[in-house]
């Protein structure tokens, strides 16, 4: 029996279930804002587009709260939450390039996929190294600016003001900035996971060189006992 908090290697559990439906949520995205089948006059799609990027969002947090909770932290999970993570912001972004393109151009794209795919690359070399590289403060600011860019670039497609209170909320110039802050943010973040994962790969070299010296020297010393 593994122990508690250990992984699971082959489970597929409520978290993994719930990892999974974020996966399938993302071709329904990506149908929702290429289709035609829904009402543009009402902003129907955008809506429904939102409202579903919302939810799968929030199933982020969902699964990982569950899989710690029930102590049901898997091999299969370890796998599925940080991949759906990276494909529902991957095609997020690509189709919202086409979706609407005066707020979300290719290059702003590109930027913001690739810092997720360099960071995935980073922690996979960091797991056969034998270390990990914890998500940073500014990791998790980026996620939730993230939501929100993603958010008020679809919004914005349809709307351009939005009624709060009393407010007149201006979506283009909000759309805009959030999506200026959210290239920001995941360049900053992914120096900040560069550096991270520089300093403990290097820290972990010297240890190996050290314990390699150590065992080199304790080998000669043997070596050098005369035979009695």
Request: hydrophobic share 50%; charged share 15%; proline share 5%.
């Amino acid at each position: 029996m593994p122990c508690r908090g250990a992984p699971y290697p082959n489970v597929v559990n409520l978290p993994n279930y719930i990892s999974l439906t974020r996966i399938f949520s993302i071709p329904l995205l990506i149908w929702i804002l290429s289709s035609n089948r829904f009402s543009s006059a009402s902003g129907e799609r955008e809506l429904l587009a939102a409202a579903l990027f919302i939810a799968a969002s929030i199933t982020d947090a969902i699964d990982g709260y569950l899989a710690r909770k029930r102590a049901q932290v898997t091999t299969m999970g370890m796998l599925l939450d940080p991949l759906a993570d990276k494909l529902l912001i991957a095609a997020a972004f690509i189709t919202l390039v086409q979706f609407n393109p005066r707020v979300v151009p290719a290059w702003m794209a590109v930027i913001i996929i690739g810092r997720e795919f360099l960071v995935s690359g980073l922690r996979s070399i960091a797991a056969s190294e034998g270390f990990t590289i914890q998500a940073s403060e500014l990791g998790k600011t980026k996620m939730f600016v993230q939501i929100f860019s993603v958010v008020a670039a679809i919004i914005d497609h349809h709307w351009t003001h939005l009624p709060w209170y009393f407010l007149n909320l201006p979506v283009h110039p909000i759309a805009l900035a959030s999506i200026w802050v959210m290239v920001g943010l995941s360049l900053l973040s992914a120096i900040d996971y560069f550096v991270g994962f520089w300093n403990k790969i290097d820290r972990h070299a010297v240890k190996r060189r050290r314990r390699r010296s150590f065992v080199l020297s304790r080998r000669r010393k043997r070596n050098d006992v005369p035979a009695t």
